[in-house]
Every structure is written in C-alpha cells, then in structure tokens.
C-alpha cells in the first residue's frame, strides 16, 4: 500500500508507443506531397515552354516543319548563245552538276563538321564554304550553291556520302560553255556569280545567280541572263525528293549575234600567236568589229568552275593575259605618219605638191635626229609615206605643230573620239597626243622642240590604242567617215554608231591612201604584193623601246581600190614591222579575200 501511495497515478499517465503503421502513414504523406510539388513544377514548366513555342516562337517553327516538307528549288535558267556575224557558236550551255546546301538542315556545329568532309571532295577551303552559308544565314530557306560543274571523280565520291550529309544536294544544271576555248576570249569576256552588290541591286536574282563580269557576257547580260524558275517539292525525312507539287519553268535568255566573222578571229589569233600584242579588224563602212584579239589570252571556261588557287595565280602572272592590249596605248612608230601628213596638209603648213630635201640626218634645234637610212633626196608626201622616211617628217612635224597634230589625230579617231562605254570592254584606255599645255598640265614639265619632233614619228609622248589605229586607218580608207567601233549586230546602224564626215579634205585623202598604196607597191609592206591577195595599202611601223626589243607595228586596208576592211597590228617585241606586223595582216586579208571569194561564187 505504501508503495501505491508513493506512486498513485504511475499507470495512469504512462507512455504508450506509436504504433509502426502510423509512422509509415506519415512518412508516405511526406512523400507525396513532396512528388506533387516535383509533378506541378514540371508541367508547369512544360507549359512555359509550351506557350513560348506556340506563342513567341510558333511561326518559326511552323514554316521550319513545313520546310522540311516542302522545297522550293530555283532552277537556272539557260544564258542566250553568243553567235558570230554568220550564226557560228561562240558561247552556248552544257549539262553539269553542282553541290548545293541547305543552310536550316543543320546547326552552325553541324555544318562545320560536314563542311570539313566536303572541302576534301571538293578541294574548296572549308572557311570559304562557310562563309558562303554564314552570308546566307543559317535560317535562309534557300540554297546555297557551294561548288559549280562537278567533275566525274567528285560526282562519285561525293555519291558515296551524300544520303548521309543531310542539306548536302547535288543538282544537274546549265553550264556555260565556251566551244573554242580561249578563241575570243577578251570579246566574249566570262562570267561568274553575283556579288552580294549585284544581289541587292537586283532584287529577282536568285542565290548563284551567274552574270556577267567581263566583255559581251556583260555588256548584253540582260538579254541573255534569261529568267530563272523555281519548283515546288516535297521531300522525305532524309531530304530526298518523293514527289513534285509544281514548277514554273525558267525562260532561256534571248540570243545575241555579233559583228565578229570567226574565220577571220582564228587567223587572227593564229597568226599572233599568242604573242604579246593586239590584232584589231574593222568593216570600214560600219565600224563593225570583225576580229578582236589580245595575247597572251586565257580560257572563258575556267571561271565557269571554281578557278583554283594555281589558275588565279596563272592570269594575275606577269604575263597579263586578262589585259585587252587591243585597248591599251602603244608608241605607234611610223604609222603615226598618217595622222602628221594629214595635219601638215590640212593645216595649211604644206600642199600635196609639197617636196621636202631627206638626207641621213637633220639637226634641229641643235639636235641631230637621224633617218633610218641615207635618205631619199627631195621627196613629197606619198613617197615620204612609202619609204616610211623620218627626216621628211622632221620637218613636217616642226612646222606644222603640236597643237595641229594632235586636232587631226583626234580627227582621225586618236585620243577620246571613240565612244568606249558603248563598245562595252573593260580596261579600255584612250590614247594620247599632248599639247604643249597638256605635257605640263600632266608631268609638270615644259614642252621641247624635241618633243614636237619625236611626235611627228609616233614616239615620245603619243600613245595609240590598236583600236584607234584600225579607226584611223578606216577613216583614210573610207573617204573620211570616222566609224564607231561596236560588236553587236543590233548596233549597226543606229544613230550611236551612224559614221560622221570627218573635216579632211578629198584631196588629202586620196594623197594618203595613194601614198598607203605605194608602201605596199614598193615601199616598206612590199610582202603583202606577193600576187596571193589582192592589191591593198598600209603602212608599216617600228618602235624603238628602251631598254627593250622593237615593238612591231602595222595598219593596212583592202582591197586598194575599193576598202572594204581596215586592220591594225602591234607584236611587243616584234623588231621590224614589216617582219612581224605585217605578215599576221597579210594572213587576215588573205581569210577575208578567200572567203569574200566563196560567197559571191555560191550566190552566182
């Protein structure tokens, strides 16, 4: 009892344990309470994303899945052919294949890492194939052209790959061609694709579009461009084509026919050899360019490929072969001596009756100036001209002056009366005849009496283009009528090219062209009357160089009695013009009289 009243309520307010499954209970409660918070966090996240990609970025996505479905691929359209005068091709188009990319295929990472297997198929730098796509944008639904006609051992190594490269298209196209390789080359020009300039000024050009860059390929670029077409596929989830849902085809751009004769453009470029130097033929009635050529020359097809590293290197050589050099200003040597005889005359310094005293050298100004030779005694014009004698015109050239000599030039068609933006090729130059105003104006230096000597032969400070020579001669030949250099047939005779009266005289004409005839009778072209051709009149030239050979020089015109075309010839370093110059005229005229020949037989 004592102990019950130590202890009355021990058992009364004694501690039961919990029983297990409780805890448990609670423990699971924790838990699902913690994974229905874990469960909302995550669709609430879902939602975010769900709403930012139909709300924010729900058209972008919509237009991306649609692409992947859908292709529109631009089709090139075939460039105009390029013709001669008599309908020879001289520019057409060929099947080739091309490799194309399509930039939202994939990532930036992902094209670098297809990228690095493409540049060794197709020998193009992988930066440069990144940079095109860079340009275009990632995001661009269209493609990008990366490597143009594909040659048979890229096509098939690139086959092996290609299902596995996603965005990496190879596509059957139109090339151009060039079907005698570098035969008109400087004429023709070449072609490459639109700059990021080019695109922009004109909105409709598609990605690759290839234009003009050079010669008649840029000068008539939009007649013969053509239009592109695109069309409409749907392709699988590897990007291969299943079916086509529409096309608008392309529009092959229009032909263009050119003043060009072919027959007389080979001889030309055969007989140059390609040489250094230029070779310039003129319809003298119509300033229609019948041949054209500069050597060293290059081949148009290159730049219808990726021009490697070695061909750049080749046409920035020392050699120039992209510099027209019918376009560029030469000493004209001797055959200046038309423009001198003209000015001399038509001045009123001298008569056509007027004789001069030649010896094999005269001082003037206290200056000895010396012939080619020992002299011709006391001569007039047209034997001045036939002899080619510098003593002669010496004296004409002090007398007349500068002033008038260069006026007559430019009469002739010398120094700035060609209208070079019409004719279209680029790198053309003007050449030169400076007054004694103009020397000092251009070099600071004051005018000599030595430079009015040096004038009258065509040395010292004249310059003359091949192009102009060929003007000035077809003047002489055609009674004075300065044509209009073009090279379309749809420029013949319209106001631009309409040839204009020049102010010489008749009788100063028929003076020269007698005098042109008799160089080529007795004089220095002797080797153009060898009875194979007929008769015709020229005048021969050599340039003294310094530090370097002769260059060669000649202008003629044929036949002798009535002209029907006018050539002009400059060999760089050809030494005598009658050795160099005047034999690649000889073979011209000889293609044009044969030729000439043929048709009036075939139309009797």
């Not at 990532?107 to 890492?113: A, L, R, T």
């Not at 730098?125 to 052209?145: D, F, M, N, Q, W």
């Not at 990496?168 to 023709?188: F, M, W």
């Not at 749809?490 to 008799?518: H, M, V, Y």
Request: glycine fraction near 10%.
């Amino acid at each position: 009892m004592a102990n019950e009243s130590l202890f009355p309520a021990q058992s009364h307010y004694a501690v039961t344990p919990e029983p297990q499954n409780l805890t448990l209970r609670r423990r699971r409660l924790h838990q699902g309470v913690i994974l229905l918070l874990l469960i909302g966090c995550f669709f609430s996240g879902l939602g975010i994303q769900l709403a930012r990609l139909q709300l924010l970025q729900g058209e972008y996505h919509r237009i991306r899945a649609e692409n992947n479905r859908l292709r529109l691929i631009p089709v090139p359209a075939k460039r105009g052919l390029i013709l001669d005068r008599n309908g020879y091709f001289l520019a057409g188009s060929q099947l080739s294949r091309s490799v194309y990319l399509w930039p939202q295929e994939q990532s930036p990472e992902e094209w670098k890492i297809t990228v690095e297997q493409l540049q060794s198929i197709l020998n193009i730098p992988a930066a440069e194939i990144i940079e095109k796509l860079e340009k275009t944008g990632y995001r661009s639904r269209i493609p990008v052209r990366v490597s143009p006609n594909l040659s048979a051992q890229m096509f098939i190594s690139l086959a092996e790959k290609v299902e596995n490269l996603r965005g990496v298209e190879v596509r059957g196209e139109s090339r151009r061609s060039y079907p005698n390789g570098n035969l008109a080359a400087h004429i023709l020009g070449y072609i490459g694709e639109a700059t990021s300039e080019e695109l922009k000024q004109n909105p409709d050009y598609p990605m690759g579009m290839m234009v003009g860059k050079t010669g008649v390929e840029k000068l008539a670029n939009s007649k013969i461009e053509g239009i592109w077409g695109n069309r409409l596929i749907e392709v699988d989830a590897k990007g291969q084509e299943i079916q086509e849902l529409g096309v608008q085809p392309p529009q092959q751009g229009e032909s263009i026919r050119l003043t060009l004769d072919l027959a007389l453009q080979k001889t030309a470029e055969k007989a140059l050899a390609n040489r250094r130097g230029a070779v310039v033929v003129l319809d003298v009635k119509t300033g229609g360019i019948l041949a054209l050529t500069s050597g060293p020359t290059f081949d148009p097809n290159v730049f219808t490929d990726q021009v490697t590293s070695q061909e750049w290197k080749q046409l920035q050589s020392t050699e120039q072969p992209l510099l027209n050099r019918a376009l560029q200003g030469y000493p004209p040597g001797s055959t200046f001596k038309i423009v001198t005889t003209t000015a001399g005359i038509e001045s009123g310094k001298f008569s056509i009756t007027s004789k001069l005293a030649t010896s094999s050298a005269i001082k003037i100004g206290g200056i000895a100036f010396h012939e080619h030779g020992k002299g011709y005694g006391v001569i007039g014009f047209k034997d001045a001209l036939a002899f080619s004698s510098n003593t002669f015109f010496y004296q004409v050239g002090v007398k007349t002056g500068a002033e008038n000599i260069a006026k007559w030039g430019k009469e002739l068609g010398i120094a700035g009366t060609i209208n070079l933006d019409l004719l279209g090729l680029d790198g053309a130059n003007y050449g030169q005849i400076p007054t004694p105003k103009e020397k000092e104006k251009l070099y600071g230096e004051p005018w000599y009496l030595g430079d009015t000597v040096t004038m009258a032969i065509g040395q010292g400070l004249v310059l003359v283009t091949p192009l102009e020579l060929a003007v000035m001669i077809s003047t002489v030949a055609n009674n004075g009528w300065r044509v209009q250099p073009h090279l379309l047939m749809s420029q013949t005779n319209i106001s631009e090219t309409k040839p204009i009266k020049t102010q010489i005289s008749a009788s100063t004409l028929n003076l020269i062209r007698a005098g042109l005839i008799d160089v080529v009778k007795k004089g220095t072209g002797r080797g153009l009357n060898d009875g194979t051709i007929p008769l015709t009149g020229g005048k021969t030239g050599t340039v003294e160089i310094p530090g370097q050979p002769d260059n060669a020089m000649y202008v003629g015109f044929g036949p002798a009695n009535k002209p029907e075309i006018a050539i002009a010839v400059v060999v760089e370093g050809g030494g005598y013009g009658a050795v160099s110059a005047a034999p690649i005229a000889h073979d011209i005229f000889k293609t044009y009289f044969s030729s000439r020949n043929v048709k009036s037989k075939s139309k009797s």
